[in-house]
């Protein structure tokens, strides 16, 4: 479903980028500059303030990508994505359990699942590809036996792919039939592709009822 969506979003971008125009973004760009060395930053602190609420990130990493350029957003999105990864950390160790259950849904059974006995390699794999929402795993993750340092690492390594992914979209949105949109396009459906077959998998082995233990001797 979510590949669908994805796929349908791009096209419909494309179109909308041909038929009505978009914003010219060297000129947007310059409208940010003029704004000096508060835009980058403000922009780093309203992104890790979204990133502890249940909305789309993806559409901040897409517009870093338009105001700042691929280099500069990349690397804004990264700080402004681990920032807020971090405060939720902190938050959901600080609110305990019952509060965050509350938050993710009752998710966080699956997150403690996920990373409590795999530590850095669990994390890793969660942010490359991801099978659960970026927020949840941030709260949840806090109540987890997860080291911090594994965490930290984890989440910087791990979400490089998709922030990449996305600030390319924005960077290169006035072009969509340039080379660095085209792999963006396909890093992302590639990523989301994943995410969904780790999904379904799981999903398959809690369907599968474990085998009867053998029965008693002589029987």
Partial sequence: MRLTVLVLLVVLAVVVAVVVGVPDAQQVRAD????????PVL???????????PVPK?????????????????????LAALSGALA???LGRALGREAVERMTGGRVARVDALLGRHGLLAVLGVRLVPVLPFTAI????????VRLRDYVLGTAVGIVPG???????????????????????????????????????????????EPDGPGPAGS
């Avoid at 940010?32 to 835009?39: D, F, K, T």
């Avoid at 780093?44 to 502890?52: N, T």
């Avoid at 990493?61 to 105001?67: E, F, R």
């Fill in 138 to 145: 941030n709260y949840a993750a806090g109540l987890t036996a």
């Fill in 163 to 209: 922030t990449v992914a996305h600030v390319a979209l924005g960077a290169y949105g006035t072009s969509p039939g340039s080379w660095p949109f085209v792999v963006a396009v396909l890093v992302l459906v590639a990523l989301t592709a994943g995410g969904a077959a780790v999904a379904h998998r799981r999903r398959r082995r809690t369907r599968t009822p």
């Fill in 88 to 90: 939720a950390f902190a």
């Fill in 32 to 39: 940010v500059a003029a704004v000096g060395p508060a835009a």
């Fill in 43 to 53: 922009f780093v602190l309203v992104y890790a303030v979204a990133s502890l609420a």
């Fill in 58 to 78: 993806n559409v901040f990493s897409v517009a870093a990508g338009l105001l700042f350029g691929f280099v500069e957003g990349t690397g804004i999105v990264l």
